[in-house]
């Protein structure tokens, strides 16, 4: 983000095609334009993204696709500079001074209210919206949209599963966590707001309403149901086979033999296989049901997606947002299933022959998108807190109803009316 522009954008000429990326305000918009500038640009360019894109035994994800780019843009002379940044991370990265960030970036997309408080991503239009919308499921498109407008071009769903060894668990054992827990142990991070919430959202509890729009109505992890799933959880975590996965511990028992079946991502999976001795005997899963007072509960995960933004302070829009979309694009995509097995979200990439993307789709299916609104950031804490406390033995059945109540007023705290 060093140099000026040579050529002065057509964005004017072009009939507002392209509006830059240093905007008046956060959430400026900003698309991938119908018409391509005629003429020469040299520019620098950074990108961000975790250290696994970037490493040369999973072929350099990031340098093989902007060297890609750039060779199908060549009237643009593209110097690019690549820098570690976990997508997690991203935001805590950004916030502090978002002009000297990268241009390009990768991230978690339930960062998105974030970074456009912090005016770090820019709002998507143009051809690049149609492609994000017309390449991905809607529950994909949701996951980067922050009132009614995109932000980032999603690469791939950001939801979590199940690994267990085929040797301890069955696939009918693996259909119900209370099955599993009669018969060996299991790692689940309920110490995990991103996790934990699953047995409450599995009870009927709601997250801003029925339909999850409706801000105003908060998030109800209260009241009988939750206080039924508080109850359940104070007897899970006093079973004898169950181990809160914290610090490594699920993928220490894995490895050693300990644990049956761990909680993770897709990013887990060639540590999950080496853990069991192989894919032979790596099973995978969807989450399975709970049992709450006799009755069969599907576990429901939030689910959200990770993508790539761009930074509405950068010098070069034109160029930055066409790298996002070829990042997020069939090319982008394939290449980084096929170097580090990111799976897919763009419908029209065929790899249905592959068992982690059935069940990484099929859990996308039953999980509640992560909401973005302003109302949802206590969420976070609330959750952790019980969550430890549950573990820790704070939380029993006789103050199971107090300690839900004060979760749920903790986690209602910012609610906007």
């Known amino acids: 983000m060093k140099k000026k522009w040579l050529a002065v954008l057509l964005s004017i000429t072009l009939a507002g095609t392209l509006t830059a990326c240093g905007g008046s305000g956060s959430g400026s918009s900003s698309d991938s334009g119908s018409q391509e500038s005629d003429e020469a640009i040299s520019c620098d360019l950074t990108v961000w993204t975790p250290q696994e894109d970037q490493d040369e035994e999973n072929g350099n994800w990031i340098k093989s696709q902007c060297e890609a780019f750039a060779a199908e843009h060549e009237n643009w002379d593209i ?23 990268a241009d ?8 998105i209210p974030n970074l456009v408080s912090a005016n770090a991503i820019s709002e998507l239009g143009g051809d690049t919206l149609e492609q994000i919308k017309a390449d991905n499921p809607q529950e994909i498109v949701d996951a980067v949209t922050f009132e009614d407008a995109v932000y980032a071009v999603p690469f791939t769903s950001n939801n979590w599963f199940m690994f267990y060894n085929k ?6 054992d693996v259909k119900s966590l209370d099955t599993m827990l009669e018969k060996a142990k299991v790692a689940f991070p309920v110490s995990t707001s991103w996790y934990g919430g699953c047995f409450y959202l599995s009870n009927g509890c709601t997250m801003f309403g029925e339909d999850g729009t409706d801000e105003e109505a908060g998030i109800d992890f209260g009241g009988d149901k939750g206080v039924q799933v508080t109850d359940y959880l104070v007897d899970l975590a006093a079973n004898k086979n169950f181990v809160n996965d914290a610090d490594g511990a699920g993928m220490a028992g894995l490895t050693d033999g300990s644990i049956g079946a761990i909680f993770s991502g897709n990013w887990d999976y060639t540590n999950a296989a080496e853990a069991v001795g192989g894919e032979e005997n790596l099973g995978i899963a969807v989450p399975p049901v709970i049992n709450i007072n006799g009755s069969d509960k599907q576990l429901t995960p939030l689910a959200s997606a990770k993508a790539i933004g761009v930074n509405p302070n950068c010098e070069y829009p034109e160029v930055a947002v066409k790298l996002a979309a070829y990042l997020g694009g069939e090319q982008g995509q394939t290449a980084h299933y096929e170097m580090r ?26 999980s509640h998108i992560q909401p973005l609104n302003n109302s949802f950031g206590n969420y976070w804490t609330a959750v952790e807190n019980m969550g430890k406390e549950i573990v820790a033995g704070n939380v029993t059945h006789d103050n199971a109803a107090e300690k839900t109540e004060d979760m749920n007023k903790a986690i209602n705290s910012t609610v906007v009316e």
């Open 79 to 101: 110097h690019f500079t690549y820098e570690v940044c976990g997508e997690n991370n991203a935001y805590l990265t950004i916030k502090d001074d978002p002009e000297k960030a």
């Open 104 to 111: 390009v970036y990768l991230f978690a997309a339930d960062q």
């Open 167 to 172: 040797n301890i668990f069955s696939e009918e």
């Open 341 to 366: 097995n990111v799976i897919p979200s763009i419908k029209s990439i065929d790899v249905s022959d592959d068992a982690m993307v059935t069940i990484q789709q099929q859990t996308q299916e039953l």
